[in-house]
């Protein structure tokens, strides 16, 4: 979270309208079926507090950004203000920069960022 306080991750949706994405980071070391299980998990969550999930925004190459810039320019493009994320560690593992793309995530796309856990099974 930010240190501003401004970019909030929530437990619980404020309205379970509109389309809702994920985003994970996916390390090439990590087998097919673990994937597969913590998109499911990310589903789930969304499923459960009432939000439409549409699909996934996966980042396969370490340091890149370029699946959250798709990700910023489709919540702009259809209006929806909902990502699912397994982990907070899933948009970096350093806390600078994970409160930027929080930020802009909240500021540019204004939208919620909710994680399944603290920590997920691979980051």
């Known amino acids: 979270m930010s240190n501003s306080g401004l970019a909030a991750v929530l437990d619980a949706p404020r309205m379970a309208i509109g389309s809702t994405y994920g985003y994970m980071r996916v390390p090439c070391n990590v087998p097919d079926r673990k ?22 925004f996966s980042e396969f190459n370490c340091g890149s950004r370029e699946a959250f810039e798709e990700l910023v320019v ?3 493009h259809t209006d929806s203000h909902h990502v699912v994320v397994p982990s907070l560690r899933h948009l970096s593992h350093n806390a600078l920069l994970q409160d930027l793309m929080l930020d802009r995530l909240s500021f540019t796309a204004h939208a919620d960022v909710y994680a399944v856990h603290l920590k997920s099974k691979f980051e």
Do not use: T
């Open 35 to 56: 994937v597969c299980r913590l998109e499911n998990q990310v589903v789930r969550y969304a499923k459960a507090r009432g939000l439409y999930f549409v699909r996934f």
């Open 74 to 76: 489709e919540l702009i």
